[in-house]
């Protein structure tokens, strides 16, 4: 007894919109539960495609057992995944194979619902041979959603692929930002030469092939705790300079001119202490600042290491903020120096507590640290 022809009437959903929106696990096997499932996706979304091409399928099934009494047939439809590409076909092609173990066919009619699936034929085709595909395209042309597949793809790969959207999302947003802050400082005028440089900039290094020549370089990073360190340093160092430039040009307009040579002492003790005062007074914030943040990357790095020198860095801090009133008092003392000294000048306030407060900070952390038995 020669056995009947098994052909399959498979419906794909290469982004698997059944699961995502239907709540319909797949593959799905049968007339009924593709109808009910379709049903299911058509109610979820009136507007999807895949519910027709199911409803497609069991029309077709329907159409061919009337014609094709011979015959055996059966609906199924299988599902990718919603992020496409190795993904979505690997998923496909584990689920067809399941469905063939339930219904060995012969030969498949494919059912899809427009030019997304047909990526999938020559994968179906190395398993079972197709032979017949069955489009089933609503309210839309097919050249339509071709050219949104497309356009789709290529969105997705500036969007996701380093390489593409380093140009297509950075350059702009580096203009976006150049712009916002030429805006916030009233420079909006200067927008024009902001974009010609930068633009300019990329172009150079992709023309020229310098910036695959600098993507190429691997360089052997440091751990992420000295790269704090140093991040913070130089931030550090650069924010100290400016305000070591602020309070030497500050006090360099109140030296009197000529300046006498170095060995007329005279001269140069009646200058400096006006010349130190003015400069603490406007570049002492900045400088200490500086030393600040470069303390605060060490401290940082501590922390993260459970290094015990955690408490060092603590104390740093502790005594760069209490020299900063020292010195700040200093220089108003250097600019009039005879203003009393009493036992409640803040000078004095400043020392003594910078002293308490840094003995307390390395009680409490050589106790945490060390353990010394002092209690």
Known sequence: MVAKPKTLILCIDQDDDIGRKAMV???????????????????????????NAM???????????????????????VAGATTGGVEADRKMVEELQSV????????????????????????????????????????H?????ETYAVFGKYLRMIVDDPYYSRFALGVPGVLLL???????????????LAVVFVVGFVLFLKG???YDRITTIKPRLPPPEEQIIFV??????????????????????????????????AWWVGVLPVFVSVFLLKGLDLIILGVMVALTGGGVSHYLRKDERLGQSIVSLNLAIWIRFIL???????????????????????????????????????????RLPFT
């Open 25 to 51: 696990k797949t593959p799905i096997i049968g007339v009924a539960e593709n109808r009910e499932a379709a049903t299911n996706l058509a109610i979820a979304d009136p507007e999807e495609a895949d519910s």
């Open 55 to 77: 409803f497609g399928a069991v029309k077709l099934y329907k159409e061919l057992t009337a014609k094709y009494p011979n015959e055996e047939f059966q609906v199924a439809t």
């Open 100 to 139: 063939l173990a339930n219904f060995p066919a012969t030969g498949i009619v494919l059912v899809t619902d427009g030019f997304a699936d047909d990526v999938i034929k020559p994968i179906i085709q190395t398993r079972v041979p197709i032979t017949s595909v069955h489009h089933v395209v609503v309210k």
């Open 141 to 145: 042309s097919e050249r339509i959603e």
């Open 178 to 192: 150049i712009f916002g802050f030429l805006i916030a400082s009233n420079q909006l005028q200067n927008a024009g």
């Open 208 to 210: 020229f092939g310098i």
């Open 232 to 265: 913070c340093r130089v931030i550090g160092v650069l924010v100290a300079l400016i305000g070591g430039y602020q309070g030497a040009s500050s006090a360099a307009l109140l030296v009197p001119t000529p300046i006498e040579p170095l060995w007329n002492w």
């Open 328 to 370: 700040m008092e200093s220089a108003q003392i250097l600019q009039n120096p005879e203003a009393p000294l009493s036992v409640f000048s803040p000078i004095i306030f400043y020392t003594v507590a910078s002293i308490l407060t840094t003995i307390i900070i390395v009680f409490l952390t050589y106790r945490r640290y060390k």
